[in-house]
């Protein structure tokens, strides 16, 4: 099993079982990741990272500042997926696996919206 990106009929094999996503808030230009793995349980978010805070994205309590980034870990249960929008008012979304970083663009078309993040078939 692996990671796929869908949009409507289109689905892309990521080929990996961990993932982070990436994008920058429109206001602040503040960058925000996620890292997503895949379990027997759903998909599991292992840590959330931002790299500041304001316009409604600060940290929690308990985040630790490490590497120029909060990091923390959400009290989230497994999910089934993660959808995401792309509305085109700000950077595409970065998606990072162990091969590097490229845009979801990369992978889908830029008017795919929107987009899900879940465990291939």
Known sequence: MSLCL????LVVALGT???TLGWRHSVQKTL????????????????????GSG???????GAKL???FWRWHPALPPLKDVVMRRSGATA???ICM??????????LPADADPVTLKICD
């Open 6 to 9: 869908a949009a409507g009929a």
């Open 17 to 19: 079982g961990e993932i």
């Open 32 to 51: 925000w990741e996620e890292v997503w793995r895949e379990t027997p349980a759903g998909l599991e978010i292992v840590e959330a990272r931002i790299e």
């Open 55 to 61: 316009a409604g994205m600060d940290p929690p309590d």
């Open 66 to 68: 490490v590497g120029g």
């Open 92 to 94: 595409d979304w970065r």
């Open 98 to 107: 162990a091969s590097g970083c490229r845009p979801m663009g990369d992978y």
